[in-house]
């Protein structure tokens, strides 16, 4: 079945510091993928989505650009905040309307 | 932005007991979704829902059931809860297939 892995369980950073979280897939036939930010006390929030290999999404300064060869959805931003201290999740949804989310990479950034 | 309550915030419940999660969603939805969320497995799909009188099977259905009663409304039943079943649930919706799900608040439930 279709499955995603985020690499990275923990990610601590300082502010300003360039962030990288790394999200490969597995899935037959050619997914949507999305990210997800969750932060403490809440629910998770769609982030954005890349439909097509080579689409860039982006929203609030992050950004994934769709890979098909490397079955890959990198999230980045140059700089992060504070504020963007949050668990973050990759997703792909195929055919039908499950979405299928990674394990989640928990983001700490120190002041 | 849409809009996704569920009840009861938090619920402790004993082994064998009777639980109902409930979720209501304003924005004409057709999907629905229940998830549960454990600490190193993230997020994963329970049941979901096209519309009222629907229901699919997700990923990890054992012990649970689930009712959409109405398009806006679609509930979650334990009816033998287990301290297995000890999680932060989450309800979502969504309008169209591939559009992005909105997600409510959460319900802790913690069986004892």
């Known amino acids: 079945g279709d499955s995603v892995t985020q690499t990275e369980g923990q990610v601590a950073l300082s502010e300003e510091d360039f962030l990288t979280i790394h999200c490969n897939y597995s899935a037959s036939g050619y997914p949507a993928l999305f990210w997800y930010v969750q932060y403490p006390g809440e629910g998770p929030q769609f982030l954005f989505r890349?439909?097509?290999?080579?689409e860039k999404g982006s929203s609030r300064g992050f950004e994934a650009t769709y890979n098909k060869e490397a079955t890959s959805f990198h999230l980045q931003k140059a700089s992060v905040q504070e504020s963007d201290s949050a668990v973050y999740y990759c997703a792909l949804k195929n055919a039908g309307a499950k979405l299928t989310f990674g394990g989640g990479t928990r983001l700490t950034v120190r002041p | 932005e849409a809009a996704v309550t569920q009840s009861p915030r938090n619920k402790v419940t004993v082994t064998g007991g009777n639980v109902t999660l409930s979720c209501r969603q304003t924005?004409?939805?057709?999907?629905m979704y229940w998830y549960r969320q454990d600490t190193g497995h993230g997020l994963r799909l329970i049941h979901y829902s096209y519309g009222a009188g629907n229901l699919q099977i997700g990923d990890v259905p054992d012990g649970y059931k689930a009712t959409r009663t109405t398009q806006e409304d679609f509930f979650l039943l334990l009816e033998l809860a287990s301290p297995s079943q000890t999680s932060l649930y989450f309800c979502?919706?969504?309008?169209?297939?591939?559009?992005?799900?909105?997600f409510g608040p959460g319900t802790r439930l913690t069986v004892l």
């Open positions: 890349a439909s097509r290999d080579k």
């Open positions: 924005n004409s939805h057709n999907y």
């Open positions: 979502a919706s969504s309008g169209r297939v591939f559009a992005e799900q909105f």
